[in-house]
Structures are given as C-alpha cells and as structure tokens.
C-alpha cells in the first residue's frame, strides 16, 4: 500500500510542465482569474503589461487529475506530487531537483543553484556567488533594475548574470554579446569591464609611432572620473592620472 501511494505521488515526474518549468500543476492568477503554467507564462502573455504576484496565488490545478485547490505540495485528490520542490511562501513548484532550489528570505523569493554557493549582499540587494563575495564593487539595489543590454528586469531573471567591476549588473549572455561587438565599457557608466593593460600598452606604441601635434585638449576619463588637460593625438587621448585611454573630450571647465 505504501507503495502504491509511493508510485502516485511521484507519477509522471518531469513530463508536464513549460518552457520555464518542469511541475504537475498550473496556478490561478489572482489578479485575472485565468490559469497559466507559471508566472512566467502569466507575464509574457499579458496584453497590459501587468505582472503576477507569487505570493498572492491561492489556488492551483493539478494537470494529472485537474482538480482545483488551495495551494498545496500533493494534490488533494489523487496524491501526486505537483512539484519535487515546493515554496509555501513563493507558491512555486519545480520538478528538476538537481537545479537547487533555496528560499532566500533576505530577497524574499526562491533562487537556483544552492544555498552554500551563494551570498547576500545587504547593499546590493541580491544573492551573488560566493567568488564574488568581499570582490565586488557595491551599488544599492543594482539587481532591481532592467539589464542595460535587453531590459528584462535582472533581480528575478532566469538568466545567469554578471557584476562588472563597476558593480553594474547584466545578463551574462548580453555581456558576452557585448565583447562580440568590441564593446570593452559598461553601458551604464563606461567604465572599462576588465583590465585592459595590454590592449593600453599596445594603443600607446601605436600613438608614439603615428604621433601629430594637435594642441591641448580636454578630457574626462571614465575609469578613474578625473578631468585633465593633455595633448590631443590623432589615435586617442590618454588619461594623465590613471593611464587609462578609456577617455572622451569635454569642454573646458567653468572657473568659479
């Protein structure tokens, strides 16, 4: 008998769900009234832009035996279990165990990959892995804010993100577009992304062997945010502080 109730509960595993999620149950929207398979699935098909909120979901429909109830991890009727793992809090449910699910109580929303290999950062807002933890730049809720590359909103994404040194956030797959396109700078600030040492070096020789006399100029730099006067070469302009080339010419500036 315990078998069987064994077998039932753990039926079809992995064989219904979405594009999103893998569970044996879609939920009611509070805020419509109609069923979808996720939260996701609610908010990609929304004419009007408005969002569901997790935690207001009441009730759900179990997709072996379709029947309708309080949320719940085991369907009151046939006893299947409508997700491996289940947040009370979240109202969500996920069959793929192996993608380690934790509950963050600081975020206040379920996250994936495992509790012991992240943190969260008070500052920031976030949980970030723990390589980055005491490694990375702090900006103040810089996850609740859209990615600057495709503008999905980055705090509850089920994409992979990267902090750049900067401390700004976006997807990591919009990241790597970016250096696909020889864009070495955060699109938020322009700070460099990464050391450019060696691509400076190389600018440098390049500047020296096609040096041309063009007066005094401006700059501001973007690495280090200071304002210099230096020469201005035909090449690119160098930062008299940092080195840096990561630069652009302003005006100059207004005595008091």
Known sequence: MEHDAEARRGFARMGFGCK???????????????????????????????????????????LVCDTEQP???????????????????????DDDVDKEHYHCKDCGICRVG??????HCQKCGSCYSTTLQEKHCCIENSMKNNCPICYEYLFDSLRETSVLRCGHTMHLQCFHEML??????CPICSTSIF?????????????EASYCYMGKGWIVCYDCRDTTQVFSGVTGHK??????????????????
Do not use: W
């Open 20 to 62: 999103h999620y893998r569970r044996r149950c879609r939920i009611r929207a509070p805020c419509c009234g109609d069923v979808f398979h996720c939260r996701h699935c609610h908010n990609e098909s929304t004419k009007d832009g408005h969002e569901l909120d997790r935690h207001a979901v009441q009730s759900v429909i179990c």
């Open 71 to 93: 949320v719940s991890q085991v369907c009151c009727n046939c006893g299947v279990c409508m997700g491996e793992y289940f947040c009370r809090t979240c109202k969500f449910f």
């Open 114 to 119: 495992g509790r012991e290999n992240f943190f």
């Open 180 to 185: 696909k396109h020889d864009k070495f700078s």
């Open 195 to 207: 050391d450019m040492d060696k691509f400076l070096r190389a600018l440098d020789a390049e500047m």
């Open 239 to 256: 930062c008299c502080h940092c080195q840096s080339h990561n630069t652009c010419r302003v005006a100059p500036p207004v005595l008091p």
